[in-house]
């Protein structure tokens, strides 16, 4: 398993890339509304949010189980 810094780092990252990719979706897309691409993107974040909360309170493996859903929900780490 990679060094968790490389992790929480590339999860940062992600969570950047799903910030800008919403905010394209709300700018280009007013009529008709991509809520489900929308509320895809916030479960996202919200997995990760998770998963960084659960690495700063050394809870390795439950970070593991939402690393898991995150993957499940299509969004894959380079591990």
């Known amino acids: 398993m990679k060094d968790i810094s490389m992790i929480v780092m590339q999860l940062k990252n992600r969570q950047t890339q799903i910030d800008r990719k919403i905010n394209q979706l709300i700018d280009q897309n007013l009529d008709p509304f991509p809520f489900e691409r929308l509320e895809k993107g916030k479960k996202l974040n919200e997995l990760i949010q998770k998963i960084l909360q659960a690495i700063e309170g050394d809870d390795l ?9 995150l993957e ?6 380079d591990l």
Not at 61 to 69: D, N, Q, R, T, V
Not at 72 to 77: A, C, N, S, T, V
């Open 61 to 69: 493996i439950l970070a593991g189980m939402h690393i898991k859903e």
């Open 72 to 77: 499940i929900e299509g969004l894959k780490l």
